[in-house]
């Protein structure tokens, strides 16, 4: 049995830094076969304790505080960028240009120009691209896309999606980079309503309009709060996407539901190893793992999404169609950018084939 160990090189720390430095210990035990057991070469970040720290914990090799130094690292093959969205371009792009293997957390980019131009870095070094919509990884979600795209649900007449937070109302969380602009790109639609407009794409096809809604409830706040929109879908559905930060007594709930003429499906990822399938609960299991119904989590998202990843640097199959790709990653910007347009001017606006 051959064990693929592709070096791995970490930008950021912090809160993604730790859900995808799990899943790459997790996967060599977990996935295949063959097992992939990724070195875990270089994390980089600000704080010298804290990169240290995370470093032992983890079994990173170095910890580093630029990215630069982990792009440059000749151990390093594969490069996450797990940092916040104005410091996404620059370091995959750079990455990309020297022959790494890139995967970027979402929104890809502040806005859709950018996520263009990273595209576009990493097709022209011919490297392998993912943008982390982790949440097509969630087992019952791939059921769902493989129900439809068999035509269990006939012909799909709507997509409903909802992503509340609530933590947009405490007082105590201003100051952090989600609620900056210039380092945030957007709100809830850039942070929160990217992942339901890439979910929408993924099970029932691309968003053709959208006519929209944008509100930021705190004066000062240089970002939006809550989005909400109606939108036509490419192949004849309709339906909402909508995302909050004051969906008071949520924390993190994202629900969706898709209507065809012959069935629907609903999910919770409050309740993540469910979908309900015509109104009845149906436990979801990957296959490899444990026994049906000893059910999986948020964080094997990480887990199945990284397999993938990886699997495609191997040269074991690509990263879509049920991975996303830097292209959806722009596709979904270029869908939010569309919302705060609409938003602003009070029109539909139509998004390019
Ligand atoms: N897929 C998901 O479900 C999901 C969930 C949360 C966050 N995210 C995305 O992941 C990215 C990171 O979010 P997070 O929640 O981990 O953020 P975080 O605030 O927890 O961590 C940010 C990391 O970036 C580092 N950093 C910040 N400013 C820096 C700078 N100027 N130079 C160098 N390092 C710097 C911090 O030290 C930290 O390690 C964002 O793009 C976010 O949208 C995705």
């Known amino acids: 049995m051959t064990v693929e160990t592709p070096g791995v090189g970490l930008l950021g720390y912090a809160f993604m830094g730790r859900a995808h430095a799990h899943a790459l210990i997790t996967l060599g035990h977990m996935t295949g076969p063959p097992p992939i057991r990724p070195r875990l070469v270089s994390v980089a970040g600000r704080d010298e304790a804290r990169r240290a720290e995370f470093a032992v914990r983890f079994g990173f090799e170095r910890a580093v505080e630029g990215w630069q130094e982990v792009v440059d690292d000749p151990d390093v093959e594969i490069v996450e960028n ?37 595209l576009a870095a990493a097709e022209d070094a011919g490297v392998v691209h993912m943008c982390a919509f982790n949440y097509r990884f969630v087992p019952a979600v791939r059921r769902a896309r493989d129900m439809i795209e068999a035509g269990e649900l006939g012909d799909i007449h709507h997509f409903r999606g909802v992503y509340r937070q609530s933590w947009g109302a405490d007082p105590s969380r201003e100051g952090v980079w989600r609620f900056d602009a210039a380092q945030a790109g957007g709100g809830a639609l850039g942070d929160l309503a990217t992942h339901v407009i890439d979910m929408s794409r993924y099970l029932v096809g691309d968003v053709e309009s959208v006519a929209a809604e944008v509100a930021t409830f705190v004066p000062g706040r240089t970002v939006d709060d809550a989005a909400a929109a109606a939108v036509r879908f490419a192949g004849g559905a309709v339906g909402t996407i909508e995302a909050t930060r004051f969906a008071t007594g949520n924390l993190n709930r994202f629900t969706w539901e898709v209507n065809g003429s012959k069935g629907s499906l609903a999910f919770d990822l409050e309740r993540p190893a469910e979908l309900v399938v015509g109104g009845t609960r149906t436990l979801v299991n990957p296959d490899g793992w444990w026994p049906p119904g000893h059910v999986l989590g948020w964080e094997h998202t990480f887990v199945f999404e990284l397999r993938r990843f990886l699997d495609a640097v191997a040269g074991r199959g690509s990263v879509a169609p049920h991975g996303a790709t830097f ?19 009070g029109r539909r606006v139509s998004l390019p084939a």
């Open 82 to 118: 797990l940092l916040p969205n104005n410091l996404h371009a620059e370091p995959v792009i750079a990455a990309a240009r020297a022959g790494k293997h890139v995967l970027c957390e979402k929104p890809l980019a502040l806005d859709a120009a950018e996520a263009r131009a990273m």
């Open 327 to 345: 292209a959806d990653g722009v596709r979904a910007s270029e869908v939010a950018d569309a919302i705060v347009v609409s938003a602003r001017e």
